[in-house]
Nanobody, 123 residues
Framework: VQLQASGGGLVQAGGSLRISCAAS????????MAWFRQPQGKEREFVAA????????YYPDSVKGRFTISRDNEKNTVYLQMNSLKPEDTAVYFC?????????????????WGQGTLVTVSS
C-alpha cells in the first residue's frame, strides 16, 4: 500500500484542520487505518484508528472528543478532522495501514506508512 498524506498547515489555537491520506496498491477496504503523530524531538504517538469497514474507531484520551477519523472506501482515502486544536497538537502527522483490519493503537501493527504532513498550531 502506498500512502500519501496531505492537508497539513498552520492554524491558530482553537481552530480546525482536516488532513487526508490517499491510498493506492493493496485493497484499501481490507486495511485498518490509523493516524500517528511525532512532535519534534519526541517519539511517534498514536492519534486515531479506524477499522476496515469504518464501523469502529479508537482514540487516546489526549484527542478524544476533538479529533475524528473517517474513511471513504470508494475514494481510498482516510481523513482526520481536528477541532479545538492546541499548540501541543503540533507535530508531523503520519497515516498508516494495517492488514489486521482493526483499530490497534500499536505502532508495530502497521506495515505501511505515508510520508507525513506537518501541522503547526500557534498560540
Amino acid at each position: 500500500v502506498q500512502l500519501q498524506a496531505s492537508g497539513g498547515g498552520l492554524v491558530q489555537a482553537g481552530g480546525s484542520l482536516r488532513i487526508s491520506c490517499a491510498a493506492s496498491g493493496r485493497p484499501f477496504t481490507s486495511q485498518g487505518m490509523a493516524w500517528f503523530r511525532q512532535p519534534q524531538g519526541k517519539e511517534r504517538e498514536f492519534v486515531a484508528a479506524i477499522s476496515w469497514s469504518g464501523g469502529m474507531t479508537y482514540y487516546p484520551d489526549s484527542v478524544k472528543g476533538r479529533f475524528t477519523i473517517s474513511r471513504d472506501n470508494e475514494k481510498n482515502t482516510v481523513y482526520l478532522q481536528m477541532n479545538s486544536l492546541k499548540p501541543e497538537d503540533t507535530a508531523v502527522y503520519f497515516c498508516a495501514a494495517s492488514s489486521l483490519g482493526g483499530t490497534t493503537q500499536y505502532l508495530n501493527s502497521y506495515s505501511y506508512w505515508g510520508q507525513g504532513t506537518l501541522v503547526t498550531v500557534s498560540s
